[in-house]
């Protein structure tokens, strides 16, 4: 079972950027695909950004592309989410999560770390 912790959420300004982390602890880290998620107030969580366990596919919401990135560095068990360009409509609780290998399920799930974009 894997424990992830997210982490870099904040205020920024619209066109602002920031950077968030995963850690993730207890597992394999590279037996997981892993995956960011948001839910705005009174809204849906919707998945923003995931990559593979090999870090070779990645998928992105489209209304993140080309604007965020996501990345994962084995040696840290640490995901990414490289936000560029951020808008008040991406203001939400970000959630890191972990699917195991052989799942269809996200199983894990992070506290989540709050982004505010100011317009």
């Known amino acids: 079972q894997v424990h992830v912790v997210e982490s870099g959420g904040g205020l920024v300004q619209a066109g602002g950027s920031l950077r968030l982390s995963c850690a993730a602890s207890?597992?394999?880290?590279?037996?997981?695909?892993m995956g960011w998620f948001r839910q705005a107030p009174g809204k849906e969580r919707k998945v923003v950004a995931t990559i593979s366990r090999s870090g070779v596919d990645t998928y992105y919401a489209d209304s993140v592309k080309g604007r965020f990135s996501i990345s994962r560095d084995g040696g840290k068990s640490t995901v990414y989410l490289q936000m560029i360009s951020l808008k008040p409509e991406d203001t939400a609780v970000y959630y890191c999560?972990?699917?195991?290998?052989?799942?269809?399920?996200?199983?894990?799930w992070g506290q989540g770390t709050q982004v505010t974009v100011s317009s």
């Open positions: 999560a972990a699917k195991p290998l052989g799942s269809s399920l996200w199983y894990f």
């Open positions: 207890g597992g394999t880290f590279s037996t997981y695909d």
